[in-house]
């Protein structure tokens, strides 16, 4: 049983910065991935970027690939996303979730947090 909680989103204007944070409590090595999704209204879920506790291997889209990074502090339990050059495009809810295997799939993730809301503006 996991449980993950997001922290850091905000208001921020075309070409600011934000950090978002995820804390996980309890098993969360027992699973390989952390990725992080979001959601802007009316529109699917999409793949922003995943890490692996073991290996740190990681993959972006495309669309943030170059701007965002993700990381992870195995001691604290916690993963990462800086966004750096944000755009009104990545206007959404940001969420975490740990899934078994390196994929960009939002059905191969097992555990979820709440999220929490971005907004660019221009």
């Known amino acids: 049983q996991v449980q993950l909680v997001e922290s850091g989103g905000g208001l921020v204007q075309t070409g600011d910065s934000l950090r978002l944070s995820c804390a996980a409590s309890?098993?969360?090595?027992?699973?390989?991935?952390m990725g992080w999704f979001r959601q802007a209204p009316g529109k699917e879920r999409e793949f922003v970027t995943f890490?692996?506790?073991?290996?740190?291997?990681?993959y972006y889209a495309d669309s943030v690939k170059g701007r965002f990074t993700v990381s992870r502090d195995n001691a604290k339990n916690t993963v990462y996303l800086q966004m750096n050059s944000l755009k009104p495009e990545d206007t959404a809810i940001y969420y975490c979730?740990?899934?078994?295997?390196?994929?960009?799939?939002?059905?191969?993730?097992?555990?979820w947090g709440q999220g929490t809301q971005v907004t660019v503006s221009s």
């Open positions: 979730a740990a899934g078994q295997t390196g994929v960009t799939l939002a059905a191969a993730y097992t555990a």
């Open positions: 309890g098993r969360i090595f027992s699973y390989y991935v």
């Open positions: 890490i692996s506790w073991s290996g740190g291997h990681t």
